[in-house]
């Protein structure tokens, strides 16, 4: 270690066997307590929190001394009196008794304490935030933050893998998202694209004869913020040449097995469980599914062929499904029910059928008098209904009814922390899906790999791609693919997607050319790496594991970005501002 | 390391050991000879290279094999027949007799050899970019570039640093450059800065406590393209709380003497030798010397009291002053003169004065004649000038005179490879420097803090900053400072600067806050990863590190970015083009 500077010791390295010893230790004054005309101050730097023991009357810088003042201390450890230890704190044996008392800066009254127990709005957490990560839980994110990229970095140098920097001004990708744009100052009008993901230049690696890349990268995604969504974020992304789906598998089960050993001191079982896309939305009802809970999805159709419940007899009819989840015992009323209903209804269900197993076997329902005895005693059997469960049934097309029920599962039986981790390969994905306007759009990108191509063709609504997906307690960490290698595969996709073939030339010429050359076989991942530290420090959103996010508006309130450019400034780019987007800036001016 | 999945061995593993085996390996056709009906062809994979002995009878396969064709190739290892080993080969001993051959991916005819000895266009290596790092010595340079960065991760590791991401969607930052501008949709009409260091981000983490901060950062300067920059580049981005000059240079020392061992196995003298910045410049001519030699700079005013040299009178009389430089043995001529009087020119000096040492020590010089015999004898004596030395002689102010000889030092006496090593840290620089429009600016950037801050208000001329920069062979690796952890220290600085309270207020009241809440003393450091990988590799241009660079107007010659982008997208963002890029695009469609 590069020693230490203006002190001799970090605040929670202090021990007993300094006792007697003069330390010097610089931080920040986390408590002050009076005591009998003696100051008694808390001084934590980033190693911990050691007592000091100051007299205000040989020491008048004390006087002045408040909360979070930036301070330096020398004085002798000794130990606390009798009675007075702290066996909850490292340094809990001992003090310094103050002989010098310096403050190296002072602090304004602070606009929320230094506390992990307060709770303070977020956006004024994020206006100081340099406040806000002097809090010891957001210091630990950090402190993991930088643990987890740290192991992932090992385990990949230790597989074989190039780091490789991929550059960040470039075209645009067709990755399903808005890209962020860049305007060119030598090349005027003109714009470059931040990127979505490495996608192409990893591939352009494989072809280069990298064989094994990495790359933790930044990416950028123009989203109208979701929930959890940031403008860039952070992801691990991996590729390998001569490689198959095991190899992505093997890798990524050991990198993340690594980054939970390191922040957990937990070993993960691997290989990870696998579900095919068709399973999980079949029994889950998700294409994510947390898999720390059953609650599993029932099909009740077949027991219910003869049913005189028009809801169910029409869903069936029209080849549609009824299917159902046992929630298990619930604090059950009218009022939940409707609630449940209403989300069951925006998940696209036409309404939502609730029953109660009463104590005598019979059902509370408002559909039990349609149910014949029979078919009552099926459902139970078949959900392993007993008394007080409740039961929650859907009937619509497959999608709908296992997609609603999958929301409600989620609802009812997710853990709400993560101290549990269950970790899950979902394969074997639709290569395409529909889009809103009826077209045909690739599920995952571009560049994945139909399992058969002849398929892809005859039947692209059927056809499986080689993508898969990695899920951490029912978060999507992220997902990957074995890539087209074949220049013609490519330009066939592309076809398929009604991508013709000049336009193909003149986005993706380049690319196709690329390919031509002796392109290996080829594979790889990408995860989030804001995600899986979220979830393994067992906090609700990514804002808690970045150091400086930004709101949902995509504004720091710290720094006020994005801010308006001085005209001139932008002209010299070829771009000016819309009359409309001048009229905001007359306003707000 | 995860199992090999379409083949067995690595090409460049194969060995004795193998013999008599069955092996798969899977790579590119380097090379390929008939001789006897039998084709021999060098597979390269990431590995190596290995032999393979195919009969095209056997083997219809083998006859479309053309270079760099992706090949899998299972067959017997066997010893080669004695007199055809190739002991320069890691697999010289052995060659594979194919008994499978399958082509994963054929290759059009190549644009060039994939040989390090093919001198090819830079444009055409870029434009297919692909192949050229399939060559060894860009193989080679990319993997240098991802074991620099592990060394230099590990070191920091060790040394208790923690790796934060700061954000790269910013606000402008006054750091000398033009910024690069990111609109936003969210806000359409304001624009994110991308950064050109992360600054005041890691300012904000020295407030927040983090204390020992590192990053391998992607920092962004849209400049005019000199001889080698990149819109975009990569440092390592360094800062430490309670710290002084001696730990940040420690600590530097430590990363790159950890780079050197890396990839060089060499052991850097540390500390490293050290200059203030007055010193380098009166000695050397330059901010940042190339120590590999000497040819330093003579102050000979002194002994040209009288003379009667109309030139040297003026300069001496004027306050200015007579230096030189002993070239040593050069290839003397009158073009030669001409042309070294030229780049002078160039340099800033009205002109040039030679003088070549006769065998009979007298002087040859379109000058000679103005010397007397003691000042010849001075001149050389002072200059420890001997036969065929030839001397190269500035007057003018003090500045001028030691730069234009810096500048021609450089021409004459720096070696032409980076095979030996010459670390140095320049200190002491001016705090302030005048701007081309006789204004005052920052040498550094506005953060770093004043020795004296007394002086920088009385004489800020004359006033001396905590900055200090890494040169390595006379390139400038990177800097660094002590930085102003005072609120109203960081006001004055500004207000010296010609920044009136308000606009410091407007665009930096955010960080003038932060400062105000218990701020530790700190100090840190950035240095370039291209540029130190570079001269590690013995490369003249930081393009043959970086993998896909950009050309000096700022394209992309592969991909073609930047590009035009639609009106549609720009609207969204509150931009359109300026009637002038509009122009232009409509003569680019």
Redesign the interface.
């Known amino acids: 270690?590069?020693?230490?500077?203006?002190?001799t010791h970090g605040a929670g390295s202090v021990s007993v066997d300094d006792v007697g010893n003069e330390v010097t230790v610089?931080g920040?004054?986390q408590k002050r307590r009076d005591h009998g005309g003696i100051a008694f101050l808390d001084i934590?730097?980033?190693s911990g929190l050691v007592q000091v023991v100051a007299d205000p009357a040989q020491h008048p810088a004390v006087d002045d001394l408040r909360m979070?003042?930036?301070v330096r201390i020398s004085g002798e450890v000794t130990n606390r009196p009798e009675g007075t230890e702290n066996t909850e704190l490292p340094t809990g044996l001992v003090e310094i008794d103050a002989r010098e008392v310096e403050v190296?800066?002072?602090?304004?009254a602070?606009p929320f304490m230094i506390d992990d127990r307060t709770d303070v709005d977020e956006l004024i957490r994020l206006r100081?935030?340099?406040?806000d990560?002097?809090r010891p839980r957001m210091?630990a994110n950090?402190?993991a933050?930088?643990r987890a990229?740290?192991a992932i970095?090992r385990t990949l140098?230790?597989?074989?893998f190039?780091?490789?920097?991929?550059?960040?001004?470039?075209?645009?990708t067709p990755e399903g998202a808005?890209d962020?744009?860049?305007?060119?100052?030598?090349?005027?009008?003109?714009?470059?694209?931040?990127p979505q993901s490495p996608q192409?230049?990893k591939q352009?690696?494989m072809?280069?004869?990298?064989?094994?890349y990495f790359q933790i990268a930044?990416c950028?995604r123009?989203e109208d913020?979701r929930a959890d969504r940031q403008?860039?974020f952070?992801q691990l992304d991996l590729e390998g040449a001569?490689?198959?789906r095991?190899?992505v598998f093997?890798?990524i089960e050991?990198v993340l097995s690594s980054v939970v050993e390191e922040l957990r001191g937990e070993r993960v079982e691997t290989p990870f469980v696998r579900l095919t896309w068709h399973e999980a939305m079949n029994r889950f009802g998700i294409d994510k599914p947390d898999m720390r809970f059953g609650m599993e999805i029932v099909d009740l159709t077949d027991y219910l062929g003869d049913t005189e419940f028009g809801v169910f007899k029409s869903a069936i009819e029209s080849a549609g499904t009824v299917r159902g989840i046992n929630a298990g015992q619930q604090d059950w009323s009218r009022a939940r029910a409707d609630e449940l209903t209403e989300q069951a209804k925006g998940l696209g269900a036409k309404g939502l059928v609730w029953m109660v197993v009463n104590d005598d076997g019979t059902l509370r329902s408002p559909i039990a008098k349609f149910l014949s005895d029979n078919e009552i005693e099926s459902i139970k059997k078949v959900m392993d209904a007993g008394p007080g469960d409740v039961l929650l049934v859907a009937a619509d097309r497959w999608k709908t009814a296992v997609e609603v029920l999958g929301g409600l599962r989620n609802e009812l039986g997710r853990p709400d922390n993560h101290d549990e981790l269950a970790f899950l390969w979902v394969t074997d994905f639709p290569l395409f899906e529909e889009a809103e306007d009826g077209s045909i759009t690739f599920s995952h990108h571009p560049f994945t790999s139909p399992v058969d191509i002849d398929e892809m063709r005859v039947r692209p609504e059927a056809a499986i791609s080689n993508a898969y997906d990695a899920v951490l307690n029912g978060v999507e960490l992220g997902s990957g693919s074995i890539r087209i290698?074949?220049p013609d595969v490519q330009r066939q996709v592309f076809e398929i997607l009604g991508i013709d073939s000049e336009t193909a030339e003149r986005r993706f010429g380049?690319f196709l050319e690329?390919?031509?050359?002796?392109?290996?076989?080829h594979g790889g991942f990408a995860f989030g790496i804001d995600r899986l530290v979220m979830v393994l420090q067992n906090e609700a959103s990514i804002r808690e594991v970045?150091?400086?996010?930004?709101t949902q508006?995509?504004?720091?309130p710290?720094?006020?970005?994005?801010?308006?450019?001085e005209a001139g400034?932008?002209?010299e780019?070829?771009?000016?501002?819309?009359p409309?987007?001048?009229a905001?800036?007359t306003a707000d001016e």
């Open positions: 270690m590069v020693q230490q500077v203006m002190r610089a920040w004054v934590r730097d980033a979070e003042f930036c190296l800066s002072p602090a304004k602070l100081h935030r340099y406040l990560l002097r210091a950090l402190k933050r930088s990229t740290a970095r140098d230790q597989e074989g190039l780091e490789v920097e991929t550059p960040t001004l470039i075209n645009s808005r962020m744009l860049v305007p060119s100052r030598l090349r005027s009008g003109e714009f470059y694209a931040l192409l230049f352009l690696l072809i280069s004869g990298v064989e094994r930044r950028y123009d913020f403008l860039e952070t001569f490689w198959d095991e190899a093997e890798t050991k290698h074949d380049w690329a390919l031509e050359y002796g392109t290996p076989p970045i150091p400086f996010p930004k508006s995509g504004v720091d710290l720094t006020g970005a994005p801010t308006w450019v400034q932008l002209s780019l070829g771009v000016g501002l819309t409309e987007a001048k905001r800036q």
